[in-house]
């Protein structure tokens, strides 16, 4: 709306004059977010009138946030407390023939200096120690132009991994004068946005993730990271991005719809990344990413050829946990002879989670709750329902106002105490006698007098995003002490400081309860996960519990093999009065693991 040699000139704050902060030209922070909502010095007035009249505070989840809250969980982080040997594990690498091996980075200082000084900055203010081995291999891969198949635990470092080769393309080859994207002012003009790259996640949470990702190892590069997501006003988020944006984080569903109302254009886009790939699947966004991939096609060829010389072929990359069939087809669709980076055993748990398994009834599991909940230490609470977060939290809140989080019977305290000395014994076991640092133990110190109600919060799928947002922040900055959830936070959220999850309803398939306890035991911590079982639970899931706690090396209780046994012969026995013949009924095999069938 504004002459453009008017543009370039520091404006008046788009906001109140309370929120103006200096500006620094080299950053892409909220201080310098100007113009555009409210300027009345430019444009006739029916124009002034139709722009969107957001505030500070509405729009502020949409841009970086300050440096002290950007790297809030960083300059909290103990690397005293980080093992990073809790990562090294099998990885295989596999690649076309035709293609040569790609030797891995093992440290940071082979490619520090190749990097701009605002991401060598970025990686040390992140306090990262060593590279992670998915960024071992996807980091050189990557920076070599080749789409990348991998597959990884919850937890492996992906964000990064992805990141960082795209910061130094960008960077080395100045992207940003082919789409005059701003650095040091926000343009009035509302033309489409062109970003470089794209990266799809399958839910809100994991959108604001990668993007607040994205900003701490951006910042001070004028690198604009924005995101849209659904469930949230279109208009506040179309006028961000319309501001400039270079990396596009969203989900396929809001995506689309931008695309479709020429919000987004895809001209300049050389980075396509599917995170949570296999999620994505799940939700049947197929369909969606399908499309959104012919428009990114249909968009280059406006290109000219001198830029098509300087960003060159698309480059997509696809991160899951699994490698299902459904997720081969979509690899064989999307990537160009990619490379498959495969780090550990697919759908197996790290070994720095120790996993336990509590006999509880329906009627006393929330005294376990309870008295758990007065424990030390970060809780992660998942149920099945809405209805029974809701519940549970008002539960606990009254419990923590009345101080009763330990009137539970003797059993159920005694069970929990002898848990606690269990998780010493494992941690001293896995401890090198060598080790640099102190055990890291799971602290049974009764925190009764320090609870209040505000400790607890909820995140399921009828609260607004900005509740969401809100209640998944402080736990993040540990203003709260426990999060009761449905499985809409099981998937790739990185909350680095959980010490336990709790499922206190067990999960319908064991890929929910891989990615349920993936939310401990991240950042190189220890973790811990508690699985309230009741003789209400399917033999199908029990069954796959058994075999994972087996693969995991994890013991299994003496009660659990019973109450699996028993759950066989009761079954059998059904299948029997039904004319079922006896073979079929002997088919699901017994327990191996002690050599004999059930």
């Not at 006698?433 to 009764?448: G, I, L, M, R, V």
């Not at 900005?466 to 209640?471: P, V």
Request: charged fraction near 25%.
């Amino acid at each position: 709306f504004a002459p453009r040699e008017q543009q370039q000139h520091q404006e008046r704050n788009s906001f109140t004059a309370d929120n103006r902060l200096p500006v620094d030209p080299y950053s892409d922070r909220d201080s310098r977010f100007r113009g555009g909502f409210r300027d009345r010095g430019y444009g006739q007035r029916d124009q002034r009138q139709q722009r969107p009249q957001f505030n500070r505070q509405q729009i502020g989840h949409l841009v970086p946030p300050s440096d002290s809250v950007l790297y809030e969980n960083a300059d909290k982080l103990d690397i005293t407390r980080m093992d990073y040997s809790f990562y090294d594990m099998p990885t295989k690498v596999i690649h076309g023939r035709d293609q040569q091996d790609i030797a891995p980075f093992s440290e940071f200082s082979q490619f520090m200096e190749d990097l701009p000084p605002y991401l060598q900055k970025a990686i040390q203010r992140m306090k990262y120690q060593r590279l992670t081995p998915i960024q071992q291999h996807c980091v050189p891969i990557g920076m070599q132009g080749h789409d990348i198949m991998a597959t990884a635990q919850t937890g492996s470092g992906k964000s990064a991994a992805f990141l960082i080769p795209m910061y130094l393309n960008i960077s080395t080859k100045q992207l940003k004068t082919l789409s005059g994207s701003p650095t040091n002012y926000y343009s009035y003009n509302r033309q489409p946005a062109r970003p470089f790259v794209v990266i799809l996640s399958p839910t809100r949470e994991l959108a604001m993730q990668n993007a607040m990702a994205s900003w701490q190892l951006s910042n001070n590069s004028g690198i604009l990271t924005r995101v849209c997501y659904g469930g949230e006003s279109p208009r506040m988020q179309s006028a961000v991005i319309q501001q400039g944006c270079d990396i596009l984080v969203a989900t396929p569903g809001r995506l689309k719809d931008f695309v479709k109302q020429g919000i987004i254009d895809f001209r300049y886009v050389k980075y396509f990344i599917l995170d949570e790939a296999d999620t994505m699947l799940d939700f049947g966004f197929v369909d969606d990413i399908k499309q959104i991939k012919e428009s990114i096609h249909e968009h280059a060829r406006s290109r000219t050829a001198q830029e098509n010389e300087v960003i060159g072929r698309l480059q997509t990359s696809m991160f899951s946990a699994t490698f299902a069939k459904e997720i081969k087809q979509i690899a064989n669709e999307f990537l160009e002879v990619p490379y498959h980076v495969q780090i550990g055993e697919i759908g197996v748990t790290g070994q720095n989670i120790t996993q336990v398994l509590l006999k509880a009834s329906v009627s006393n599991k929330i005294d376990f709750i309870r008295y758990l909940s007065s424990k030390t230490g970060q809780m992660l609470i998942f149920c099945k329902t809405k209805q029974m977060v809701d519940q549970l939290v008002q539960m606990l809140k009254t419990a923590f106002y009345n101080k009763t989080t330990s009137q539970v019977s003797d059993v159920i305290k005694d069970m929990i105490d002898q848990m606690f000395g269990y998780l010493k014994k494992t941690v001293e076991s896995q401890t090198p006698s060598n080790a640099n640092q102190a055990p890291q133990y799971f602290e049974d110190k009764d925190e009764t007098d320090n609870l209040n109600p505000s400790l607890v919060a909820a995140i399921h799928g009828d609260l607004t995003q900005a509740e969401r947002t809100t209640n998944l922040n402080m736990f993040r900055n540990q203003q709260l002490k426990i999060l009761i959830a449905t499985d809409v936070a099981q998937r790739g959220l990185d909350l680095p400081k959980v010490d336990y999850v709790i499922n206190y309803d067990m999960p319908a398939a064991i890929e929910d309860y891989s990615h349920r306890i993936g939310r401990t035991g991240r950042a190189g911590r220890r973790g811990c996960s508690i699985t309230l079982v009741t003789e209400n639970e399917s033999r199908g899931i029990m069954k796959d519990l058994l075999a994972k706690l087996v693969e995991c090396n994890q013991l299994v209780p003496s009660w659990y093999d019973d109450m699996l046994r028993t759950k066989w012969v009761a079954d059998r026995a059904y299948s029997r009065g039904r004319g079922q013949s006896r073979d079929r009924g002997q088919r699901d095999g017994g327990n191996q693991r002690f050599g004999q069938r059930w």
